[in-house]
């Protein structure tokens, strides 16, 4: 590896550092380039750029890697649950049984929100989308406990934080369904564990009982353990960056629940839902949109394809496309908007276009069935993205805060009018 690298500028060489990490991905350090040269880089949308070191989440893109605090996502998908993995990512080891149970017990005895948070549900529009509310009620949270604002937290105030966040957004993100559905809202239960809790908030009904079914929160475990983290993505970014201002870990992933709403991001799995819906409406001829997705005339571009940063696959797209298959086939359910994606998933693996192209199935492809065979609804979708990625985001703030890392501010470049005179309206 080189030592160091030398940038000539104006007939001037700058040596600078070079960094290696424990998976080998190299960096260079410019931490100083503008002191020493005055030259800033510019990388819109920071393809090229590393916004800070983490000992989290490893991802290889070529190789379809991803770890979670080194383990695989494979091995944590099989053999872990999702509490556990929100234990792995936030504390950085395994827990010990005593620990885990003293990590699920608190989580279940803050699962009850404040009666105030129903009243502020209660002034939401039922049309309204689940992550305005979801990220508007989190968000509340710092009115609720004010002491959560304070920069200087110690770690027993911060674990409390975490306790609370990781409990009460399962119950507001079932509030969420349940105001949108118009249904009497489903208070917390301390007898169940966490998944199945929250299918019982989402899915019980004072008429009738509902039955949980352990294949389902088999799903759910494995569904929300492969979203919980995926290194510098655009809304763990957007928790850092914010929570690299003092803001509280509430205020911080509040901001990153926006982020994940956007559609080129957590919310592409509702986007991919709507497209096979559109596709079976239209009556199902895959090969139709395939060849409708290759014109470049044609506006319509297949949602759930690619990836930022896999090259290959989407080791999390592998895993669910398997669980779909077994929970729709346990459930017996023949949906016929997988037997669309299928064909969707055949075209772009063996099609030279979508090859080429790097057009493969990514996480989003796929969840969103399982989610339908669970019965959650499409506007759901992205909330249960923010439910499992909620152990990453709050395991980012922490580790940012820990390393004392400086307030996020990035620099530009100008492009804009030159300096000029004001002049009056009359003068325009
Ligand atoms: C994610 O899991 O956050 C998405 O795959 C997007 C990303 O990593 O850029």
Request: aromatic letters at 10%; glycine letters at 6%.
């Amino acid at each position: 590896m080189a030592e160091s690298a030398e940038i000539i500028l104006d007939g001037k060489s700058y040596p600078f550092p070079v960094i290696e990490g424990t998976e080998h991905e190299k960096a260079i350090d410019i931490a100083k380039l503008r002191d020493l040269t005055g030259y800033v880089t510019l990388d819109s949308g920071y393809k090229n750029t590393g916004a800070t070191k983490s000992a989290i989440t490893f991802l290889d893109g070529e190789e379809g890697i991803l770890r979670y605090r080194g383990y695989p996502i494979e091995q944590l998908a099989e053999q872990s649950s999702f509490i556990e993995v929100a234990y792995l990512l936030i504390y950085g080891k395994l827990p010990t049984q005593a620990e885990l149970d003293d990590f699920s017990h608190q989580i279940t005895k803050h699962t009850l929100v404040h009666e105030d948070v129903r009243k502020i549900f209660d002034g939401f529009p039922s049309a309204a989308h689940p992550m305005a509310i979801l990220s508007s009620l989190i968000c509340s949270l710092t009115a609720f406990y004010p002491e959560s604002v304070a920069p200087d937290l110690s770690k027993e105030e911060i674990d409390l934080n975490v306790i609370r966040l990781m409990a009460k957004i399962s119950t507001i993100a079932a509030w969420t369904y349940k105001n949108n559905m118009g249904h009497p809202l489903n208070y917390p239960r301390n007898d169940l564990d966490y998944c199945s809790n929250f299918l019982y908030m989402m899915f019980s009904f004072p008429t009738e009982k509902y039955e949980i079914d352990p294949r389902i929160v088999s799903a759910l475990n494995k569904l929300l353990i492969l979203h919980a983290d995926h290194e510098q993505n655009c809304s763990t970014s957007t928790v850092r960056l914010v929570g690299s201002a003092n803001a509280s870990l509430y205020g911080s992933v509040s901001a990153g629940i926006n982020a994940l709403w956007g559609p080129l991001h957590g919310g592409a799995n509702q986007e991919v839902l709507e497209m096979l819906q559109a596709i079976q409406k239209d009556g199902g001829d895959t090969s139709k949109f395939i060849a409708k997705a290759k014109d470049k005339n044609d506006s319509f571009r297949l949602m759930g394809f690619g990836h930022r940063v896999y090259k290959n696959f989407d080791p999390r797209a592998k895993i669910i496309k398997k669980a779909a298959d077994e929970v729709l086939a346990a459930l017996g359910i023949d949906d016929p908007l997988l037997k669309i994606a299928q064909e969707l998933e055949q075209a772009a693996l063996t099609d030279e276009y979508f090859i080429e192209r790097k057009l493969y199935p990514n996480v989003d492809f796929y969840s969103g069935i399982i989610y339908r065979a669970i019965g959650i609804p499409t506007e759901m979708f992205t909330v249960m993205f923010a439910l499992g990625r909620l152990p990453g985001w709050i395991a980012q703030w922490k580790e940012m805060r820990e390393n004392k890392e400086p307030i996020g501010r990035p620099r530009q470049i100008y492009t804009g009018e030159t300096e000029r005179n004001y002049v009056g309206i009359d003068q325009r």
